[in-house]
């Protein structure tokens, strides 16, 4: 089987990304503000194709990195098996596809994730839950956004095809 | 950016996510004997990339960090041994000083050296006491290896000493226990601070390289047996009238910090013994 080059490149790219998230991030000091490329390669990935896709690589990707925090094992393969999912589901029902739109789509998704994943594990309350959800969240969200704009115009070229469905 | 222009949700991909959320929701359900051999199993297997990958990078930014300490240590190691040579040397001096000052007994007051950058710093000295501490004009300055100078103005907290180099400062000085007398001067044409003469000693008198010459305590103004330098060996000779030597000081202006400015009072005093010479023979240090 032939795999078309652009193709190829999209899987670069979102290879790339996931790559610098575990290679990047650790060099710096711990931030609760620190960009999720693996979200915005999720992301990437799931509005490129069919929601099915992005719902079983948001179940993937969040069994994997359940398994790095396994007190909430479950907690973020659930979220981001729905964050996959609505991202492709939004997608095809916003249709506009500009640099702003996929900011914003990808700051939604962060954000929710965060709340669905806090929900799910239940490990949070009152104080500390509202300053998750309401600031560090957010911030997070607003940083893995801007990150995703960094990719998109870096790598326009190699994000412009469209997987097979 | 093209994105495909045909999605939507079909039942297919309705079914495929709740699948996904069915199974993700068994997962959070697991027990925990169950959920932590999985995660571990993954951890092992299909992470293991990832978490070798997390952990040279957190490694590397540890070492970073630890270069930086290293890096911020050395420097300040660096800066506290180029200050050490400085400060053992002040010690040093104080110290001497301090004994200088049990061995006077009285009569002195004790000056910090106020250095300048200017050219004639080693010519002239600033020092940090004045009227007010009791230093007098043309009072003996000395240091704990000899004499420096003499007071040449007093203001009311700082007063200006002449140093030994200075071209017009002139001394009696002797040597032998008093036998040979002559005047020393600093050598014209050489750099401050660096050598003296000792002029009008009998043509008749040898002395040998290494002889210590102290003040005579002629004049009223210096006090016998303050050590001015030591023979070098002879300058120049004025056949059958005189010769000069020329004279290692015992003291380098542009290196004391601290000196004692001693009491005019003391001019008929003879002081070989407070210093860290040899006491000429008869010489003694009074008592106050």
Same mark, same amino acid.
């Given at each position: 089987m032939r795999v078309p080059p652009d193709r190829l490149k999209l899987i670069a790219a979102l290879v790339l990304l996931v790559a610098l998230h575990f290679v990047l991030r650790p060099r710096f000091a711990p931030s609760p503000f620190a960009p999720d490329l693996v979200l915005v390669a999720l992301i990437f990935l799931a509005i490129r194709t069919r929601p099915a896709v992005g719902a079983v690589a948001g179940f993937v990707v969040g069994l994997l990195s359940d398994a790095v925090s396994p007190t909430t094992f479950g907690a973020g393969a659930f979220a981001l098996t729905i964050v996959g999912f609505a991202a492709g589901w939004l997608k095809a029902v916003v249709f506009a596809d500009n640099l702003l739109v996929n900011a914003l789509i990808v700051f939604a998704a962060s954000w929710l994730r965060d709340i669905l994943q806090v929900a799910a594990s239940n490990q949070l309350r009152g104080g500390a839950l509202g300053l998750q959800l309401l600031v560090l969240s957010p911030a997070a969200a607003l940083s893995t956004a801007a990150a995703a704009l960094v990719a998109l115009l870096l790598l326009r070229g190699w994000l412009t095809a469209v997987p097979s469905r | 950016m093209t994105i495909g222009t045909e999605r939507y949700g079909s039942r297919a991909d309705t079914a495929v996510f709740v699948v996904c959320l069915v199974l993700s929701v068994v997962a959070l359900a697991l027990p925990e004997g169950l959920r932590l051999p999985i995660a571990s199993a993954l951890r092992r297997t299909v992470l293991l990339p990832v978490v070798t990958a997390e952990r040279q990078a957190a490694q590397s930014r540890e070492e970073r960090q630890d270069v930086l300490a290293l890096r911020a240590q050395r420097d300040s190691l660096a800066l506290a041994a180029a200050l050490l040579p400085d400060l053992?040397?002040?010690?040093?001096?104080?110290?001497?000083?301090?004994?200088? #000052? +049990?061995? *006077?007994g009285y009569g002195y007051v004790g000056a910090e050296v106020l250095h300048q950058t200017g050219l004639t710093d080693g010519l002239t000295l600033l020092l940090s006491a004045g009227r007010r501490e009791g230093v007098e004009l043309l009072a003996p300055v000395v240091a704990p290896t000899g004499l420096l100078g003499a007071i040449l103005s007093v203001d009311a907290h700082s007063s200006v000493a002449m140093a030994w180099s200075h071209p017009d400062f002139r001394v009696s000085a002797t040597v032998e226990g008093g036998r040979i007398f002559g005047i020393v001067a600093a050598r014209r044409g050489e750099a401050a601070g660096e050598v003296m003469e000792l002029t009008g000693i009998a043509y008749r008198e040898t *002395?040998?390289? +290494?002889? %210590?010459?102290?003040?005579? #305590?002629?004049? +009223?103004?210096?006090?016998? +047996?303050?050590?001015?330098?030591?023979?070098? #060996?002879?300058? =120049?000779? $004025? &056949?059958?009238?005189?010769? $000069?030597?020329?004279?290692? %000081?015992?003291?380098?202006?542009?290196?004391?910090?601290?000196?004692?400015? *001693?009491?005019? @009072? =003391?001019? &008929? @005093?003879?002081?070989? &013994?407070a210093f860290d010479t040899l006491p000429a023979p008869g010489d003694s240090v009074p008592k106050p």
């Open positions: - | 053992r040397a002040e010690n040093a001096q104080l110290r001497a000083l301090l004994r200088l #000052g +049990g061995r *006077l *002395l040998p390289v +290494g002889t %210590p010459v102290v003040t005579s #305590g002629l004049g +009223g103004i210096f006090p016998r +047996g303050i050590p001015i330098g030591t023979v070098q #060996g002879v300058l =120049r000779e $004025t &056949a059958g009238w005189e010769r $000069t030597y020329l004279l290692k %000081p015992a003291v380098h202006p542009a290196q004391v910090s601290h000196v004692m400015v *001693l009491s005019l @009072d =003391r001019a &008929a @005093d003879t002081l070989t &013994a």
